[in-house]
């Protein structure tokens, strides 16, 4: 019986100069293809407005800027409500609680210099003052005296840093997991370490898995499950945003760390409501509980199981402890 031959390359592999030309171009398609999986560069604000700016989106002129704003509810309200987002989110997220309260309140919305369709500030100025600047002149030329301000994370910040350099224009301060004090991390979400990191953040300009929006969301929620596709897609498309990738690599070189007046949040004299998420790992509830011991008269509603944006995560419920907070 003949011996079985082991079967050697095809016939069009046995020439060692096609081979290695055959790996490489393999290798290079594969590598190809991955990048083209990941590749995503910026997009111009007109091609997002469709989706993201229907009514009653408008555009509001300030110096350098074109802010994206939702101005809904009662004109009559004498005291509007106005809502600030936090780092890399957008009007969108006030999306639950607006709905609840335009019925009965005016609800002024708008993204912040660097993120949503407002795109990079004047000048690339990502300090406090500089949006607190924002804030001021927003409400000026929507002709608002003096308004409710409520802010989750950074935007809690910004509420608060308005308050404290115009108590004229503020009533009442609702801080939302707001940053300020020092951090004392647990969980950091994977966006935020890549904008943080040097030379990294400026390949995350033209690179960027949708995995890490999904990972960095995911991180934000008490309970995970609620990130949806649709959500994960909201988040893609507007930090594509032309400039807004390289606005929060510049927004977290500028304002590193505890704020330098968080010493002075102990002057605050206004009612303030204090809703905290206690799964939240960026801003610890420990960092509540110490803006409630601060902020003399202040009132802290602790929700065990949300994450950093409750407001977002669980509307009715968050919503409900700032209707009771407004009607006292």
Same mark, same amino acid.
């Given at each position: 019986?003949?011996?079985?031959?082991?079967?050697?390359?095809?016939?069009?592999?046995?020439?060692?100069?096609?081979?290695?030309?055959?790996?490489?171009?393999?290798?290079?398609?594969?590598?190809?293809?991955?990048? /083209? %999986?990941?590749? =995503?560069?910026?997009?111009?604000?007109?091609? &997002?407005?469709? +989706?993201? #700016?229907?009514? @009653?989106?408008?555009?509001?002129?300030?110096?350098?800027?074109?802010?994206?704003?939702?101005?809904?509810?009662?004109?009559?309200?004498?005291?509007?409500?106005?809502?600030?987002?936090?780092?890399?989110?957008?009007?969108?997220?006030?999306?639950?609680?607006?709905?609840?309260?335009?019925?009965?309140?005016?609800?002024?919305?708008?993204?912040?210099?660097?993120?949503?369709?407002?795109?990079?500030?004047?000048?690339?100025?990502?300090?406090?003052?500089?949006?607190?600047?924002?804030?001021?002149?927003?409400?000026?030329?929507?002709?608002?005296?003096?308004?409710?301000?409520?802010?989750?994370?950074?935007?809690?910040?910004?509420?608060?840093?308005?308050?404290?350099?115009?108590?004229?224009?503020?009533?009442?301060?609702?801080?939302?997991? /707001? %940053?300020?004090? =020092?951090?004392?991390?647990?969980?950091?979400? &994977?966006?935020? +370490?890549? #904008?943080?990191? @040097?030379?990294?953040?400026?390949?995350?300009?033209?690179?960027?898995?949708?995995?890490?929006?999904?990972?960095?969301?995911?991180?934000?929620?008490?309970?995970?499950?609620?990130?949806?596709?649709?959500?994960?897609?909201?988040?893609?498309?507007?930090?594509?945003?032309?400039?807004?990738?390289?606005?929060?690599?510049?927004?977290?070189?500028?304002?590193?760390?505890?704020?330098?007046?968080?010493?002075?949040?102990?002057?605050?004299?206004?009612?303030?409501?204090?809703?905290?998420?206690?799964?939240?790992?960026?801003?610890?509830?420990?960092?509540?509980?110490?803006?409630?011991?601060?902020?003399?008269?202040?009132?802290?509603?602790?929700?065990?199981?949300?994450?950093?944006?409750?407001?977002?995560?669980?509307?009715?419920?968050?919503? /409900?402890?700032?209707?009771?907070?407004?009607?006292?």
């Amino acid at each position: 019986m003949p011996k079985s031959r082991r079967a050697g390359p095809p016939e069009f592999l046995r020439n060692p100069v096609r081979a290695i030309v055959i790996a490489f171009l393999i290798g290079l398609g594969l590598a190809t293809y991955g990048l /083209a %999986s990941i590749w =995503a560069p910026d997009l111009p604000v007109e091609t &997002l407005k469709p +989706r993201w #700016a229907p009514p @009653p989106s408008t555009f509001v002129s300030l110096p350098g800027l074109s802010v994206h704003v939702r101005d809904e509810g009662r004109r009559d309200d004498p005291e509007p409500i106005l809502l600030l987002h936090g780092t890399s989110a957008s009007l969108h997220t006030w999306d639950g609680w607006t709905d609840r309260l335009k019925p009965t309140r005016r609800v002024i919305r708008f993204d912040l210099p660097g993120f949503g369709l407002t795109g990079p500030a004047a000048g690339n100025d990502y300090t406090m003052p500089a949006y607190v600047g924002v804030v001021i002149g927003m409400m000026d030329r929507l002709g608002i005296a003096r308004a409710t301000i409520a802010g989750n994370s950074f935007g809690g910040q910004v509420a608060w840093e308005t308050a404290l350099a115009h108590p004229s224009r503020i009533a009442r301060l609702v801080l939302i997991d /707001a %940053s300020g004090y =020092a951090l004392n991390s647990t969980s950091v979400p &994977l966006g935020f +370490r890549l #904008a943080r990191a @040097p030379g990294l953040n400026r390949a995350f300009e033209y690179i960027l898995p949708r995995s890490v929006i999904a990972s960095s969301v995911r991180n934000v929620y008490g309970d995970p499950s609620k990130v949806d596709d649709a959500l994960i897609e909201r988040y893609y498309d507007l930090t594509r945003r032309a400039g807004n990738r390289q606005a929060l690599a510049l927004r977290m070189q500028q304002s590193p760390g505890a704020s330098p007046r968080a010493e002075q949040i102990k002057t605050l004299a206004l009612p303030t409501l204090i809703l905290w998420g206690g799964k939240d790992g960026l801003v610890s509830p420990d960092n509540a509980e110490r803006f409630r011991r601060d902020i003399a008269g202040s009132r802290l509603v602790l929700f065990d199981d949300l994450g950093h944006v409750p407001h977002e995560e669980d509307p009715a419920r968050t919503v /409900a402890a700032l209707i009771d907070f407004l009607s006292r």
